[in-house]
Nanobody, 124 residues
Framework: QVQLLESGGGLVQAGDSLTLSCAAS????????MGWFRQAPGKEREFVAG????????LYDDSVRGRFTISRDRAKNTLYLQLNSLRPEDTAVYFC?????????????????WGQGTQVTVSS
């Protein structure tokens, strides 16, 4: 049974940092891209960042580029998202997901397995 379990969310102040983790189990995802998405209250779920299967290529939404960093540990089957310089508008539930192929994409329909999400709340 495939499972993605996010952790690391919390309540922080503007300007603070957080590191999110996504531990995958049930099978290895070392040969596919993975990504992070988020959904703020009353809004659609949106792409945040994606990383290729080998970790050599990353893709970011413009709203987080330069502040967030996606990485992965293929041996541990774990995905990470480093969030720096957090803003109140970053408040959302953050989800990790696995892609169908090795290249990252912002297209949500290319992601197959999803976690349950972890809440990030940034106060001003």
């Amino acid at each position: 049974q495939v499972q993605l379990l996010e952790s690391g969310g919390g309540l922080v102040q503007a300007g603070d940092s957080l590191t999110l983790s996504c531990a995958a189990s049930g099978r290895s995802f070392s040969n596919v891209a993975m990504g992070w998405f988020r959904q703020a209250p009353g809004k659609e779920r949106e792409f945040v960042a994606g990383i290729s299967s080998d970790g050599g290529r990353a893709l970011y939404d413009d709203s987080v580029r330069g502040r967030f960093t996606i990485s992965r540990d293929r041996a541990k089957n774990t995905l990470y998202l480093q969030l720096n310089s957090l803003r109140p508008e970053d408040t959302a539930v953050y989800f990790c997901a696995t892609n169908r192929a090795g290249a990252p994409t912002f297209r949500q329909n290319q992601y197959i397995y999803w976690g349950q999400g972890t809440q990030v709340t940034v106060s001003s």
